[in-house]
Structures are given as structure tokens and as C-alpha cells.
């Protein structure tokens, strides 16, 4: 039995492949072929900087997508079903949207896979699989295998960290987020030694935690950040804001290796933050905490997003002043993306708010509903004004006072390149 599994690529707005620079290596595909019984042949391809096989002998093929990668994810289903090839997708647009996915496959996996694979595998072999594959219980992570990395093309891949997860699920239920869609709102979280072990067995020295909120039982997070200390390893993550609280875990994150947290800051407007149900996080308490992370040696990414139902065109430069002042180490900007299965998205189409679906659109930057007090140029254009003035050389100068001195060459790697990306366009 041969199979092969698919990472598609974004398009670009003339409708072809984006492609990528700097790719970060898939997780999730090199989990699912540890999965797989080793007399199965795996094949994975990322799509953004490989090409895709279409008159390869697979038994089947499955592909997993995010919205923005849906509309050509749907293209390569497409491809292969007109080849007589067999199609599962699964993933989180897959989930929110499985009516619409079986137009362009055989099967859908609603949820996390782990649980179902040793079925669908059988299935496909016997040639009778199911259309729809829906996980009835959340995955076990203490039985997370190692991630097959030797199945990817290593020697295209330009990003120096490795995917890693030690948890999944978030407490919080934000609006716009399709995070809780997917995994639930239950916070779960792999054994310490698991983690430690698949670090070990990787021979990186480089992660990334695709967590979404790394922080989110502190405890938990205490018992890993000082397991990783003696490795020696640098990485980066995801949390909230909140984490400013905890100066003590603040100071084991930074000992244990972290770059920087990525933190879900959104907006520096309270009533953003209570319309997007994450009113528990007060703009009065952000300088503090953010002063407190970096006192203790953190540096912090600030994701931000600009196009909310309060924002004016004074947001650009409200966002701008606050990153400047806590000295951020980089700027994360986006617009509010309405994904399928959010109540944010739910709440839009009542109000008859979406332009479209045309799921290519739905990516950083789009711009896809009805603004109330913004036309979309007027974001349009503020959005890159904005990008253009926070990574100008005099902002990234000034920034860099607020960074400690063992990460200042990785600040300026990432600061100087991203300037360069924004001014040809590219974010």
C-alpha cells in the first residue's frame, strides 16, 4: 500500500501557487506517518516548494488545509480524483466545512485523526471507505509518536526551527479563533519526559511550539520550561499576555531557551476585546505585564490585528505608539479573518457582512467583510503604512534597546529581513 499526504500551498491574488522562502516543516504529516505501519509506503509533499506527483500509483491521498489553503486543496483533490485516485481531507477547514470538502474528495475527517487512522487506512485498503470520519473523543497525546522529519525534503527547508507540541486546546473561547472548532475547549498536555524525549531523538536545537497557549496551566508549564533548561535549546511559543503575571515563570521561560512568546494581544481597545469575547484581558494591565517579561529577560512578539468594528483609521497609529513604547521584538499584523465554525464568522453572515468565500482570500492581510468604520483601501492602505513605519530601520534601531543582548542577532536577523520583505510588497 502506497500513500501519499499533502501540505497545499496559499495562491497568490492572480490565482497561482504563493510559495514560500522560508517554510516552517508540517507537524502534523510526520505524526500521521509514524502512525502508519512501516509496510506502508508514505510519501509527503509540501506543496509551497515541491512538486506534486499526480500519476503516482497512491492508494489514496490525503491532504490536510487551513482556509487560506482550502481553495487549493481543493485544486490538487480535484487533479487527482480526475485520475481515478482516492481523496481524504481533514484538517481545520475540512472540520468546520465537510459538506462542502466532499465535493472535491471521497472522505472527510471531522476533529483530530489519531483515533481514526488505523481505521481509515484498513478502509481505503479494502476499498471501502467511509465518507465522513468523525472523532467521538479527543486524542490521547501521551501516545504522540515521533515524528517521521526524514520523509520531508530536508534540505529545502530555511526555517531553523522545528515544529513541536506539548499541548492543545486553549480555556478561552475568542470568537474570531477556530481553535476550540477544532481541538475543544479542554486543555491537554503531553508527559514532560515525552517532550523531552522527542527533543532528544530530533538532534535539533531549534523549536517552535505550535501551542496555542503554551502558558495556559502553569504548572504544567513550570515542570517543562525547567526540563528544557539543561537542554539547551532555543525556541519560540504562543501565550497570552497574562503570562506577565508569573515573573517566576517569566524567568523560566528565558532560562530554559525562549527566543520570544508570541502573545494574542488583538487590539489596544477594551471594547475590541469585549466584542471578541476576551474582555478578561484588560489594555489598563499591558505595559505592565509586557515590562514585566522583559525585565525577567523575555522578549515578546505582539500579534495584533486591525479592522475591528471599533478601529478607525487613528488605530494605525495607536498600534504603532504602544509597540514602540514596549519595545516589541516584532510586530504581528493581520486583519480579522472570519473562519468557518467561529461564532465570528457565524455572527457576519447573519448580518449579511461577508463579500464572499472565496477561501484563497482568507489569509493575513484580507480583507473579506463589510468594515463599519474603514472602506477597504482605507485599511488597505493604513495596514502597510503601518508595516512599512514599524520595520523602518529607525524603528528596529530603537526597538532593539529593549532586547536582551544574547537575543540581539536573531532580532536583527528577523527585523532586517522582514523590512526588506515589506518593501518589495511581501509580508
Not at 479494502?126 to 467521538?136: D, M, R, V
Not at 526555517?159 to 486546546?169: D, E
Not at 496555542?212 to 504544567?220: F, G, H
Request: net charge positive; aromatic share 12%.
Amino acid at each position: 500500500m502506497k500513500i501519499l499526504l499533502i501540505k497545499p500551498d496559499q495562491l497568490n491574488a492572480n490565482g497561482d501557487k504563493l510559495g514560500m522562502k522560508t517554510p516552517m516543516r508540517t507537524l502534523n504529516l510526520p505524526y500521521l506517518a509514524a502512525l502508519t505501519p512501516r509496510e506502508i509506503t508514505v510519501e509527503i509533499v509540501d506543496d509551497s516548494m515541491e512538486e506534486i506527483n499526480f500519476t503516482g500509483a497512491y492508494d489514496f491521498i490525503g491532504i490536510t488545509a487551513m482556509t487560506g489553503q482550502a481553495t487549493r486543496a481543493y485544486q490538487i483533490a480535484d487533479k487527482f480524483r480526475e485520475k481515478g485516485r482516492k481523496v481524504i481531507m481533514g484538517g481545520i477547514h475540512a472540520t468546520a466545512l465537510p459538506e462542502e470538502a466532499l465535493q472535491h474528495c471521497d472522505s472527510v475527517v471531522i476533529g483530530e485523526v489519531e483515533n481514526l487512522w488505523k481505521d481509515i487506512l484498513e478502509d481505503f485498503r479494502s476499498g471501502k471507505p467511509e465518507q465522513i470520519y468523525k472523532a467521538e473523543q479527543l486524542a490521547d497525546l501521551r501516545s504522540l509518536p515521533m515524528p517521521r522529519y526524514e520523509l520531508l525534503k530536508q534540505k529545502k527547508f530555511f526555517s531553523p526551527f522545528v515544529p513541536i507540541q506539548a499541548t492543545r486546546g486553549c480555556p478561552h473561547n475568542c470568537n474570531f479563533c477556530a481553535v476550540s472548532t477544532y481541538y475543544g475547549n479542554k486543555y491537554r498536555f503531553r508527559p514532560v519526559e515525552d517532550v523531552v524525549k522527542e527533543i532528544v531523538g530530533s538532534g535539533y536545537k531549534k523549536f517552535y511550539f505550535c501551542d496555542d497557549n503554551i502558558t495556559a496551566n502553569r504548572k504544567y508549564s513550570r515542570e517543562l520550561f525547567k526540563a528544557l533548561i539543561p537542554l539547551k535549546i532555543n525556541w519560540v511559543g504562543q501565550s497570552t499576555v497574562n503570562l506577565g503575571r508569573d515573573e517566576e515563570l517569566c524567568k523560566l521561560a528565558a532560562a530554559s531557551g525562549c527566543h520570544f512568546m508570541c502573545l494574542g494581544i488583538e487590539s489596544v481597545d477594551q471594547d475590541n476585546l469585549i466584542s471578541m469575547n476576551k474582555g478578561w484581558s484588560k489594555v489598563s494591565d499591558f505595559h505592565v505585564l509586557l515590562n514585566n517579561m522583559r525585565r525577567n529577560g523575555l522578549s515578546f512578539v505582539l500579534n495584533m490585528i486591525v479592522g475591528f468594528d471599533k478601529d478607525d483609521n487613528k488605530v494605525f497609529s495607536k498600534i504603532y505608539d504602544f509597540s514602540m513604547e514596549c519595545k516589541t521584538f516584532f510586530l504581528a499584523l493581520n486583519t480579522p479573518i472570519p473562519y468557518p465554525g467561529t461564532k465570528f464568522a457565524q455572527e457576519l453572515e447573519d448580518n449579511g457582512r461577508l463579500l464572499h468565500k472565496d477561501w484563497s482570500k482568507y489569509v493575513q492581510g484580507g480583507i473579506v467583510y463589510k468594515l463599519q468604520n474603514m472602506d477597504p483601501e482605507e485599511l488597505r492602505d493604513g495596514y502597510w503604512r503601518l508595516l512599512r513605519k514599524f520595520f523602518s530601520i529607525r524603528s528596529i534601531l530603537i526597538r532593539a534597546g529593549g532586547q536582551p543582548l544574547h537575543n540581539l542577532a536573531f532580532y536583527f536577523d528577523r527585523n532586517i529581513g522582514t523590512y526588506l520583505s515589506v518593501k518589495k510588497g511581501r509580508y
